[in-house]
């Protein structure tokens, strides 16, 4: 079956610009996670989605950071007046329930310049 | 705090030469343990899931167990397709399901 998808695969912006990173959850899981990898860094978590509300969202780094959720399925995270260290990859993962094993996509590379 | 640590960082092995990764972790109640894969340029994909002290999964030439303060991957007579980084992570304690994910430990088998 489809797996967790994510688009684009890449994206260069201009410091200041506003992205938009779309998720495509697995069919039928109802949690999805957002989380970002950069070098030195790991995966840190970022936003938490059950159904299409989102009960954890400690791990945003700043107001410029935003995530929504429609429909249990899509997810969108937005990344306002972008910086350079905004550049990661953006990775979302879903599972079946909370605390389930979660399923990755392939990520989203966003490099600002 | 929760806290994943992994080592070693990076490990190169002849192909055929066994191996062990370790990840030791502080959480919580602990609520399973994940090792993932990840290949470059690629998202996480999923090996293991570990439950309770004493517990082992194996795939292949990999091979998961699990103690109440860490878990070790051993990998068996590795081949150059194995080469990769291997993931450990833990659900926090905020019972949210988030992951606290280790550094990874890259694994490079030459032929």
């Known amino acids: ?113 | 705090e929760d806290q994943v640590t992994q080592s070693p960082e990076a490990l190169r092995l002849q192909e055929g030469e066994s191996s062990s990764l370790n990840c030791s972790y502080t959480v919580s109640g602990l609520r399973g343990l994940f090792w993932y894969r990840q290949d470059p340029g690629k998202g996480p994909e999923f090996l293991f899931t570990l439950y309770s002290a004493g517990e082992e999964k194996e795939k292949e030439r990999l091979k998961a167990t699990l103690t109440k303060k860490e878990s070790f991957l051993h990998i068996t007579a590795p081949k150059p397709e194995d080469s990769a980084t291997y993931l450990c992570a833990v659900p926090g304690s905020s019972n949210t399901g988030k992951l606290i994910f280790g550094q990874g430990t890259t694994l490079q088998v030459k032929p």
């Open chain 1, 1 to 113: 079956g489809a797996g967790v998808s994510q688009s684009p695969s890449n994206k260069v912006t201009e410091k200041g610009k506003d992205v938009e990173l779309r998720c495509d959850p697995i069919s039928g899981h109802t949690a999805l996670y957002w989380y970002r990898q950069s070098l030195g860094q790991g995966l840190e978590f970022l936003i938490y989605f059950q159904g299409n509300s989102a009960p954890d969202k400690s791990g945003l780094p700043s107001d410029r950071f935003s995530a929504e959720r429609t429909g249990g399925s899509v997810s969108t995270l937005t990344i306002q007046r972008t910086q350079q260290e905004d550049s990661a990859v953006y990775l979302c993962a879903s599972s079946a329930w909370t605390r389930e094993t979660q399923y990755f996509g392939p990520g989203t590379r966003l490099l600002v310049l």
